[in-house]
């Protein structure tokens, strides 16, 4: 049994490992999942969605995290985590994500991620 909070976490040390074994271990492993990564179409169904994790393991260049502002939402079956990720390296940048859980026997499994490009900057001021 883990947490939902050492699910979320081991989904970035997966992803910065490339560990797609460990990928498809956290992810349920049916139709119902969904991603979609930044600047990507939303893939539906896990077998899709391990082909996109490989095709971006098998980039130049593993990205790397640093998570912040993550805040952890739901109820003991299904829950969602938004996280800002901030990828280092050359591709910087900084996305806003949401990561979707369903626990199952007391196992918390990815059902979706998706993230978006943050904008630096932008002014949210009612003035």
Same mark, same amino acid.
């Given at each position: 049994?883990?947490?939902?909070?050492?699910? *979320?976490?081991?989904?970035?040390?997966?992803?910065?490992?490339?560990?797609?074994?460990?990928?498809?271990? &956290?992810?349920? *492993? @049916?139709?119902? =999942?969904?991603? $979609?990564?930044?600047?990507?179409? $939303?893939?539906?169904?896990?077998?899709?969605?391990?082909?996109?994790?490989? #095709?971006?393991? /098998?980039?130049?260049?593993?990205? %790397?995290? &640093? @998570? /912040?502002?993550?805040?952890?939402?739901?109820?003991? %079956? $299904?829950?969602? +985590?938004? !996280?800002?990720?901030?990828? &280092?390296?050359? /591709?910087?940048? =900084? !996305?806003? =994500? +949401?990561? !979707?859980?369903? *626990?199952?026997?007391? !196992?918390? *499994?990815? +059902?979706?991620? #998706? =993230?978006?490009?943050?904008?630096?900057?932008?002014?949210?001021?009612?003035?």
């Amino acid at each position: 049994m883990h947490t939902l909070e050492q699910a *979320n976490d081991s989904f970035y040390k997966l992803f910065e490992t490339a560990d797609i074994d460990g990928m498809s271990a &956290l992810w349920a *492993n @049916t139709d119902e =999942a969904w991603c $979609t990564h930044p600047g990507w179409p $939303t893939i539906f169904g896990w077998e899709k969605i391990r082909v996109s994790f490989e #095709q971006i393991f /098998s980039g130049p260049e593993l990205p %790397q995290f &640093l @998570t /912040s502002n993550i805040r952890f939402h739901g109820d003991e %079956q $299904t829950a969602w +985590v938004f !996280v800002e990720e901030n990828l &280092l390296g050359s /591709s910087l940048s =900084a !996305v806003a =994500a +949401v990561n !979707v859980f369903k *626990n199952h026997q007391g !196992v918390w *499994n990815m +059902v979706g991620h #998706q =993230a978006a490009p943050l904008i630096p900057d932008l002014d949210l001021s009612a003035d």
